[in-house]
């Protein structure tokens, strides 16, 4: 049986206070696979994009627990937390967050140099990924000289140059053109194939979440799962 890659165990997360108090996540339950992929999907502004955060030790929950391969990973003191968010988990943003001083090159080393490797070994570790992705033509251009799609390729890149058992993507193809989109869908799925990496995946686009194994929605406050044969219930509001 495959392991267990995330679990979320009674998750709640509140804003603000008093009168002012808004409870997002009311309890969230769920387990996501070894090498499995998932949407999360929701209705605008119910928290989706707040739980993929938890999920991945970006912000942390009013109280439940996370794990990570059985490590309650919020039990973590800071410094060995980021460690382990630099190391373990890729992150895959709609706005790819690509720093535009540096190239694409350079971009892709981040993680790397910033787990303290060697600047020969994150340069080697960069090239392979852009190749995997398509982009050894491109590794000293610049992000103004790079299209939308292979910006998102090289935020893909830059989410796998380490090498983590997870990804987290929160609408990555959000701001793409249909075909664009198409050719992203595709990259990560083939990266979920080819290297057993557990994809947890946000979106609004049903064609998206069909693609996945499984789908969760996050309907007041918490998460039930969801069959591919039927319409999203507050799509039939």
Request: proline share 5%; no cysteine.
């Amino acid at each position: 049986m495959a392991k267990v890659a995330i679990s979320a165990q009674g998750v709640v997360k509140t804003f603000g206070s008093g009168e002012q108090r808004v409870e997002v996540l009311k309890g969230v339950n769920l387990s996501i696979l070894a090498g499995e992929r998932v949407a999360i999907v929701g209705a605008s502004g119910v928290g989706k994009t707040t739980l993929l955060h938890i999920l991945g030790t970006l912000d942390r929950p009013t109280s439940g627990k996370v794990y990570h391969f059985d490590q309650d990973v919020f039990s973590l003191p800071e410094g060995a937390l980021s460690r382990f968010r630099n190391q373990k988990l890729g992150f895959v943003f709609q706005f790819h967050h690509l720093l535009p001083e540096f190239n694409t090159l350079e971009n892709v080393m981040l993680p790397a140099l910033i787990a303290g490797w060697p600047v020969n070994k994150a340069r080697e570790a960069a090239k392979e990924v852009l190749g995997r992705v398509g982009l050894s033509h491109r590794l000293n251009h610049q992000m103004g000289e790079l299209s939308g799609g292979e910006r998102q390729r090289v935020a893909i890149a830059r989410a796998l140059v380490m090498n983590p058992p997870v990804i987290l993507a929160d609408e990555p193809t959000g701001n793409l053109d249909l075909r664009t989109a198409q050719e992203v869908v595709d990259l990560l799925l083939q990266i979920n194939k080819s290297y057993a990496t557990t994809l947890v995946v946000v979106t609004h686009n049903p064609e998206l979440a069909a693609k996945m194994n499984r789908i969760f929605g996050l309907v007041d406050g918490k998460v039930v799962e969801l069959s591919k044969d039927e319409p999203w219930p507050w799509s039939k509001k």
